[in-house]
């Protein structure tokens, strides 16, 4: 072992005074411990920076808006089947009976259904696909936020996460434009056949309701 000052004093004051054996024995190993105690390296890790901390707060905030969007549009896909079987004949059409088979339904593939919103945060289109037996197509729903229309006593959700006041609301805050679907037919060169299962009825009241919005808008 590298012999330091401090080191070297204390066994030569060991040595030149008579002492006792284990006396002796205490002093050097205090000497030694003290020298390792010395040259040990510091484990204090360094203070943050206040332009590491903004950074770090800033990954932090872009972390949890991609993750609010990825469920939000989660949350728009249900609300959008919702008023598809409210407002259409998704679920007993026959148009699609033929095109798809009888037992046709959703495929339940979320992570391939789209979410689209337009120059305007009310308005989302969302894509998902339904099959049967014979055929698969894909179904799109327009629909408007209905936001400004019942804004009274709703002032939370201009504070609160996206998809939770979308899955709060519901469908009750939504206005289905229209409900289309690309149905899979033989003619002209095995190109798809774009056909609306809105209801009349629904497709009026809806049409109505969506205009009064745009007006107070």
Not at 44 to 71: E, H, K, M, N, Q
Not at 87 to 95: E, G, L, Q, V, Y
Not at 111 to 123: A, H
Not at 167 to 192: E, I, K, N
């Amino acid at each position: 072992l590298a012999s330091t000052p401090a080191t070297s004093s204390a066994l030569d004051r060991a040595i030149s005074r008579p002492m006792r054996p284990d006396a002796c024995v205490r002093v050097a190993a205090r000497a030694l411990s003290t020298r390792a105690s010395a040259g040990a390296p510091s484990t204090s890790s360094p203070r943050a920076g206040p332009v590491t901390i903004a950074l770090r707060a800033f990954v932090a905030g872009c972390t949890l808006y991609a993750c609010d969007a990825a469920l939000d549009d989660y949350v728009l896909l249900g609300v959008a089947k919702s008023l598809a079987r409210e407002r259409s004949t998704i679920d007993d059409d026959a148009r699609l009976r033929e095109a798809l088979g009888d037992d046709y339904a959703d495929d339940g593939a979320w992570w391939k259904s789209t979410v689209s919103r337009g120059g305007r945060s009310d308005v989302a289109r969302v894509v998902w696909t339904i099959e049967g037996a014979k055929a698969a197509c894909d179904v799109t729903l327009t629909m408007l936020n209905r936001r400004a229309e019942r804004e009274s006593g709703l002032g939370w959700t201009r504070f609160a996460p996206p998809s939770l006041a979308h899955a709060a609301l519901g469908t009750s805050m939504w206005t289905a434009f229209a409900v289309d679907c690309s149905l899979p037919t033989t003619r002209g060169g095995g190109r798809s056949a774009l056909v609306s299962l809105m209801r009349d009825v629904d497709a009026a009241a809806d049409g109505a309701s969506a205009a009064k919005v745009e007006k107070k808008s």
